[in-house]
C-alpha cells in the first residue's frame, strides 16, 4: 500500500484498481502503473489491500472524502465490476454517509469510470452476441453516482482489450494519464448537467433500519 502514503490535496483524486489478476492484465496493469504516475493521484489497489475482502470502511471513507473525483479502474465481467469492488460500494457507500439522510459525504464530487472489455466493440450491438449497445450496461453506475449527488463523468472505455495493437493499448494509457493529470480542466466538464436530485425519504430507508433492510433483501 505504498501508494496511499502519497501527499494527497484536498480537491484530489482517489483511484480504486480492482483486478483478480493483475499478472494476467493486458491493459488494466499499464492503466494502474500510469495513476501511480500521475502528482496529486491516490491509488487503492483493491485487491492487494483487501485480499480477505475485510475492507477498512472508516478508512476509505475518509479517502474517498478527501478526493474530488473518485475513478472505478477495472476489467468488465459479467458486465459489471469485480466483486471486491461492489463490495466496496456496498460496505462504504453506506446510508447516512453516502446517501439518504445526513449522507452528504459525496455530493458535488465527480466519478468517472475507466474500464476495459473483453469483446470488441461492434459486439455491443443488438446484432451481435452482447445484444446490446455498451451503453445499455452503464445505468447502475450513472444512478449509483447520482444517489450520491456525485457528478458522471464520460466513461473512458477501451473495447477487445485482449486483441487491440499495442500501439491502441499505449495511446489508451496516454490519454488515461493526461486526463488525470489535467483534472479538472476537462473542457467538456463545463457542459455537463449538474447531477440530478435523488433524495432517499427517510420512509424508504430510515437510518435504525438500513442494516437490517439490507441484511433482508
Known amino acids: ?12 483524486i482517489y483511484v480504486l ?23 496529486g493521484v491516490r491509488v487503492q489497489d483493491l485487491y492487494a489491500s483487501y485480499a480477505d475482502y475485510d475492507i477498512d470502511v472508516a478508512g476509505e471513507q475518509e479517502r474517498a472524502a478527501e478526493a474530488q473525483l473518485l475513478v472505478l479502474l477495472h476489467p468488465v465481467q459479467w458486465y459489471s465490476m469485480p ?3 461492489k463490495l466496496w460500494l456496498d460496505e462504504v457507500l453506506a446510508y447516512g454517509w453516502a446517501y439518504g439522510t445526513g449522507g452528504t ?10 474500464a476495459t472489455t473483453g469483446g470488441p466493440e461492434d459486439s455491443y450491438h443488438p ?11 452503464l445505468p447502475p453506475y450513472e444512478q449509483t453516482s447520482a444517489l450520491c449527488g456525485m457528478r458522471f463523468l464520460p466513461p473512458l472505455v477501451l473495447h477487445g482489450a485482449h486483441a487491440v495493437p499495442d500501439a491502441a493499448v499505449a495511446a489508451h494509457v496516454q490519454v488515461f494519464g493526461e486526463r488525470l493529470r489535467s483534472y479538472p480542466a476537462w473542457p467538456e466538464l463545463a457542459e455537463l448537467d449538474a447531477c440530478p436530485a435523488c ?14 433492510v439490507a441484511g433482508a433483501q
Not at 500500500?1 to 484530489?12: F, N, Q, W
Not at 446484432?127 to 450496461?137: G, K
Open 105 to 114: 459525504a459525496l455530493r458535488g464530487k465527480d466519478l468517472w469510470l475507466v
Open 1 to 12: 500500500m505504498d501508494e496511499l502514503a502519497k501527499d494527497v490535496i484536498s480537491g484530489g
Open 83 to 85: 466483486a471486491l469492488l
Open 17 to 39: 484498481a480492482a483486478h483478480p489478476n493483475w499478472r494476467d492484465s493486458r491493459v488494466n496493469r499499464r492503466l494502474l502503473e500510469a495513476a501511480r504516475a500521475a502528482p
Open 127 to 137: 446484432q451481435s452476441y452482447n445484444r446490446y449497445f455498451f451503453d445499455a450496461f
Open 199 to 212: 433524495e432517499v425519504p427517510p420512509s424508504d430507508r430510515p437510518r435504525e433500519a438500513a442494516a437490517s
